[in-house]
């Protein structure tokens, strides 16, 4: 086989499994290669992606060693994105009044969510995480495509328990956004004790779901090692959780002139 | 720059963004070569995503032409996917009770997402439809990784009217599998009038809610060419919908002696 075939195939192999690990035996015997011309050829695929700024090829010696792809995103590419979404939330058709914006069709569009997700990729990778959690609804996408990227299982937090969910665990926690106290739920199955998690959503306002999640998971002894939001409110300024990755901070949302002012965050 | 070099970063520029269309020029522009070197590097792409079954590049010519990566997966491939999903669904664990399995681990693993995806990317690329739509919550993971990969837009339709969608429409429908009259809500501005969407959950017993969407984007002038489910129920036979594809039948689960009978279907 010609090596621009094969350099082609291990591009596509590797990229559409983020974050798996490879050993180099693995691709030597599927390709009948020297490990010498293997290690040649992973050089040049790490090179092609950073070129592209789609991520790197992680190596590993040693037992248990091998090659891995992490997913990433360059720091013009980011503000081209914060740029992108901050145009098409200026629109002022999107206010809806109480403070509301409309972004469904953002939280929804195949595009942003993977760049949006590879720029939480990036920030969470080195956390050592066993799953990012998220609140249903409107940020499932993004919270679905940052575990395909870091390679980690999803698990979805209800506001009612189901029935089809098994056993679960529920809490009150109060809404700022809503004014009220709302509940989640979370199948016990769903998560080991004694494990790590990130948590992504679409939208933070004072943060009370976000401290909600953190205190269901405490139940099951899971420690929260990171928190990522597409859009921030800038109000209030103290939120009830510390330390989260928001691409956009929403500084205000102005009915009468009909305008929305947004800060893109430095990532 | 090396054709070994081009030819990856090819591959995964294509595979990056599925289903959109690159005119020609941009890669010869990109990478300054003739039209007729990079008709070589195109068909050399096309044959390293068909050996690792990725899927195929499309060419156009004329006007509007150009070269588009289209997803896809081998009929042994799917076969495998099957087996794995069945495999796992056989675990008795998973038995709730009333016919309910615990599912939302495989609905929410990123694997087996992008493959599943993968399948209705394949069945459902040419009937050329403008969105994919499913219903919160468990298929909606499922759904914007099918939407991602025919590079369509997602829309997610409620089970209640929420004030962060806008203006929104609800009906109200029998749904077999609660035994009981359901709601369900879609933006209006959502979806536009006239065009076409493929439907797409993680589950369908009696086809209820699945007729309850089509009837919501009639509403809006939206047909339906196309409905996707993971996993469907042999009972009742007849559904409410008809020419569904669903990658498992579930024929019987035996709560007695905590087994679960399964049917991969042919794809």
Known sequence: MKKNMRIGLIVDEMTSNPCRLYELKYFCEKYDIAK???????????????????GRIESYTG???????????SREETARLQE?????????????????????????DGRLLRDMARVF???????????????????????AKTAELLNLPLVVIRREAKYSEGSTVSINYFSGSYDRIQKMSIAKRSVRP??????????????GSLKGITEILGE???????????????????????????????????????SIHMTANDL
């Open 36 to 54: 010498s011309s293997l290690s040649e050829d992973i050089r040049l695929v790490n090179q092609i992606l950073s070129e592209n700024g789609t």
């Open 63 to 73: 037992v248990g060693g091998g090659v891995r792809f992490v997913p990433g995103i």
């Open 84 to 108: 992108c979404i901050i145009e098409k939330l200026s629109d002022p058709q999107r206010i809806l009044g109480g403070g509301f914006i409309y972004t469904s069709d953002i939280m929804f």
């Open 121 to 143: 990729a990036r920030e969470f990778y080195s956390r050592n995480a066993d799953y990012v959690v998220t609140i249903e609804t409107k940020g499932i996408p993004l919270a």
């Open 194 to 207: 004694g494990t790590r998690a990130i948590i992504i959503d679409d939208f933070m306002r004072g943060g």
């Open 220 to 258: 099951f002894d899971v420690e929260v090692v990171g928190i990522g939001t597409a859009l921030a409110a800038r109000e209030p300024v103290n939120k009830k959780v510390s330390d989260t990755v928001n691409l956009i901070t929403i500084d205000s949302v102005d009915e009468e002139i009909k």
